[in-house]
């Protein structure tokens, strides 16, 4: 069977590009991986490794033999080490390092001026470089024989590097050849700094709609361009990233990561939420007389934590929408509230009208019926104004919505659910 | 006030994008967008419009008085018909089929063939098409001509408008100005067929490493090309759907809809929780005599139902993702089944115990302690299960599991988690 996975294996590498291979290997169970691995040639690996996954990437580079981490770190490029580097201890870096050219090495140290959230980490260099006094023929000549994805213009800087303009090819065709590049400028293109948030270069990228921009430091200087293929990896690590983040998990979580280590990483969301269960069940304790008077009220009282969760979490995800598409601001949060409360009011009066009714025909007591259409008006109106508040108070604070926005949410319509639930079955049901 | 606003709006559509500018509008409660919408040059009001969400677009479309409509219905052509068409009315759509010359019409028309999810339906035509007997030269003059987004090659089709391969510019700069073209062929570019789904042709484009790629209907005819600007769109427009489908919720869905429409929208969302908290109810009710003598159990059931919901969704996230990207096959299914498994026994353990602690200090209860750590044991378990097998069927029966996963998976777990521990309450706690 083994050698029946190696022959699937050696079709696959023949036809997929290092990107698909990579999504191929982390598909695959620990073991299987790193059986496979050494049927990878040795010019993809690099590419493989890069398209990975870092905690998949370290169930490769971990085992890794010296020889054969030996030749990995000779095939290293500044690109490739910068997304690599987290998986080496810093004596491989170095290592790798050393065996660069200078210019490698340059754009390596360059690349580390900036954080991972920003788009100067990851600029490419794979453009064409012209001095304004260059003629057009002689940027036809470079642009012939660059052969790269996305290349259809040069970038023109002066003696400091300062980005001055760029050419595209169209222009360049149009002119006389002895021109000087410099008239054939256009200067529009407006350069993305490299301190600019990935997220926020993604969409420059894409509102622009062009296939390359240029990128450039704090005193104009050019450092490389940002492609669009980059954009679209930017924008689908982002969302895979909420989505991830939304049950605790992370981004870059290995689908067969050793369950060991799985178990630890989870452990911490268990433990968070077990708080906030917790503070739901002191909440409850409160009422323990009430409850051994009127067991109907513990039957009854997931439903108004659970309705007022879901209607929440509605308001929830519009606005973790908005604030991430920068609409939702200080300026038309009035409104949002105000639109949100109005739509909890209907659905409320509408949903406490029916769970009342089913109350009254399981229960028989009109009074109970009372008490929970009230308490599932009350929890889902506080649901909305959380749904919206909650957010907009963490984004201000500068945390991640989608991570913990939810279970904030959750712990607020559990407490408030069942504090009013059962306040009010004290208040009216009682002796 | 409504002053100042129009003139930031009037600044914002010099500097803004018709993109940019769409969002922007849907930012702004209706009729502040009703009232700014007057003053957007008529020359932008197609761009913007079909970079709006449908329901956005909408509040400002079945208001447009007579003569705008009429003015709008002028500046259509077949691309942003289509993005619109939902919008209009059959007897609007012909109306503005009616003004397009017959190229615009049949390229309309093409579109049609293809359903919402095939990429043939968004193809463009902004291509430079050459017979395989053109000059070199004469290419090049076209594609000088020719000034649009990512035109750096040129198709080539044969009579019968058969795909036959791409040339680029660069391929052309470097051949004689009489050879014809099909000696520079590029036959190596694969097209993408018409009817592929939008998302696997985003992958594709991705993939590819590609500006542009051809697409062809089922007779290998080239119908136009598809942009990585397009690909970007639509994973952008996947994720988003896929993070509001979790909470119920449409891609198209409008953040200032009507409270009206919105509460209708929202509100079978909430009818099906209630079912499932209903089941849960019911499962609880089952106990009610239970309840009655130990109190403590209806404190402490929120926590049991809550910790499996929690890990539950952590394994439901991390198949989803790996199903979307095709890393989640019945291949691997069991290999993925028993290492969810192996972190469901392991974090298990671990909160069963805690928990069991806090009950027994709490309570006072040696007995409680162990039937809430069995119960949690037992629907940490299930829930893990649950996470791995509710996604896979899904999937099978082509049901979206970002939809309906979650619900499923909580339904199961509360069942679940109230029946084993008021179940094991009832057997060991009872007098």
Redesign the interface.
Known sequence: EGEEQVQVFLDAVEQL?A??LG?LL????VSERRALWPHLPHEARVDVLVAMRVEARDTLLSVLEPAQMDQLLDDLDAESLIELADNLSEELVDQALARMDSQQRTWYRESQEYDEEQIGRYVDHDVVVLPPNARVAAA?RM??R??S????RAYVVNRKGVWLGEVT??AL??AEPDTPVRHCLDDEVVPIPADTPVLEA?DRI??????MLPVTDEGGRLLGRMT??L???I??EH??G???A????DEE?D??LP??R??KR??L???I??L???L??WT??LF?QT??QV??L??????V???GG??G??T???I???LA?????PG?AL??CR?EI??AV??GI??AA??GA?TVLWFGSQALGGVIAGAIVINILVAALAGVVVPMVLDKLEIDPALSGSVILTTVT?VVG?FTFLGLGTAFLLG
């Open positions: 590009e990107s698909e999504l982390e598909s695959l169970p036809l642009l012939r660059y052969q994805a996305f290349t259809d090819l169209h065709l149009q993604a894409e509102h622009a709609d062009m296939s669009v293929r954009g679209m990896e924008v689908r969302y895979e909420q989505l991830m939304s049950a605790g998990l979580a689908l067969f369950v060991w799985s178990a989870r452990a969301w268990l433990g939420n077990l906030t269960a917790l739901a069940a409850i304790g323990e409850l051994s067991v109907a513990a039957v009854l009282m997931p439903i934590a659970s309705m879901i209607a979490s509605q929830l995800t519009l973790i929408r908005g598409l920068g609409q939702v601001t038309n409104a949002l639109k109005g739509v209907l659905n509408v949903w029916v769970i089913v559990d069942f």
